[in-house]
């Protein structure tokens, strides 16, 4: 009899906590409340109340305290500013703001007193700067996603409070400047080490592969999209990036920097990164690269700067890059690589010169056939692929 009696109250305390966390449906409308693997996800569509959906605010204070949220998303909205401690209260590990197309403040304590927050994602929105006040009152946050929205520069110690942030996707934004000094602070941006093995591994199982369409970068930026990218601001207006812009995030392994405005690369753009396994410029209007621009990028293995205006390739432009494999510089207007131009890059295999009309041969002093570890090196060059015996 007793063994029943705890059963049930087992029983009951487990139904009980399960429901607990959604309020009740009446007090949310037009929120509705799931319970997900992960906890409970309140969704808001605000396009179902009146006017601007401000009134929204005035649901969420009526939730009873303390409600533990795993993920709370508004979408749909018309309303201008996020108000002050509009959660606060509440614990949650993921906040989204998506589809607000008139939202261009966020209150510096919008998010203060919420317990646990470590997401935020906020997309379609005026958004034209990055609301740093906001970061002192969200000490957990490590994702930060702003995308899709207005964005036009990165100043001088806006993330200096977001130090543990470990992902900032800035993309789609028209980002037109980025302060030498935005990103200090920011040790903790980087791939961990699980999605560095997975990015490698795919790229090795791309090597392997036995369909000769598919190349390492296939796979390997496949991989990069899978993975969680750290740094992403690509489908900007990035027109320079000044040497030592980089330098406090030296333990990241991905950049994304491709379908912006960049016009040159510098020396010393990419001092110190020394875990970067992609160089990605591809959509850009890149006409000259300087000497050592990529020098500190000693694990990068795939070089991708197709897509640009580039003419000539010079000597020392791939400087430092040892362990690199694969060399995209398709569809440029290349008409002359000096010689030199791939010494120093023994793991070199493949490289792409396709849609570069004016390129019509390639001296074999390019390369430095005696530290070649590859018997071959196989690159295309007028849309035919060639085989360079380095033996």
Request: charged residues 20%.
């Amino acid at each position: 009899m007793c063994i029943l009696l705890i059963f049930a109250v087992i029983l009951l305390a487990g139904g009980a906590s399960a429901g607990s966390d959604c309020p009740s449906a009446s007090s949310l409308y037009p929120c509705t409340c799931s319970e997900g693997s992960t906890g409970a996800q309140i969704t808001c569509d605000v396009s179902l109340l009146p006017g601007d959906g401000s009134q929204v605010f005035d649901i969420i204070a009526r939730i009873p305290r303390p409600t533990t949220i795993y993920d709370f998303t508004i979408k749909n909205f018309g309303f201008e500013k996020i108000p002050g401690r509009a959660f606060a209260g509440l614990t949650i590990d993921s906040v989204y703001l998506m589809y607000g197309e008139k939202l261009t403040t966020i209150h510096a304590d919008a998010f203060a007193g919420i317990g646990g927050l470590r997401s935020l994602y906020v997309e379609e929105t005026a958004l034209s700067a990055i609301p740093c006040q906001i970061f002192p009152t969200m000490p957990d946050l490590e994702l930060l996603f702003i995308r899709y929205s207005s964005l036009e520069k990165l100043d001088d110690g806006c993330l200096i409070d977001a130090s543990n942030l470990s992902q900032l996707v800035l993309d789609n934004n028209v980002i037109f400047y980025i302060s030498p000094q935005a990103l200090r602070g920011l040790k903790k941006l980087k791939l961990t080490d699980d999605e560095l093995a997975l990015l490698f591994r795919e790229a090795l199982l791309v090597t392997l592969s036995l369909d000769p369409g598919v190349t390492v970068l296939d796979l390997a930026m496949k991989a990069r999209c899978f993975s969680r990218k750290r740094l992403d601001m690509s489908n900007n207006a990035i027109e320079y990036i000044a040497p030592g812009t980089f330098k406090d995030i030296d333990e990241i392994a991905a950049i994304s920097l491709q379908s912006n405005h960049l016009y040159t690369v510098s020396a010393g753009t990419y001092a110190g990164l020394k875990e970067i396994g992609i160089i990605d410029l591809e959509y850009n209007r890149i006409s000259s690269i300087a000497a050592g621009a990529f020098e500190g990028a000693t694990a990068a293995f795939i070089i991708n700067i197709s897509n640009n205006n580039l003419v000539t390739i010079a000597a020392d432009t791939f400087r430092g890059l040892s362990s690199v494999t694969e060399v995209w510089i398709d569809n440029n207007s290349l008409s002359f690589i000096e010689p030199g131009s791939f010494h120093g890059m023994p793991k070199i295999f493949n490289i792409d010169f396709r849609n570069n009309e004016r390129l019509t041969s390639i001296d074999k002093d390019v390369f430095n056939l005696t530290e070649l570890t590859s018997q071959f090196v196989m690159f295309n060059l007028e849309g035919k692929l060639q085989i360079g015996l380095s033996m």
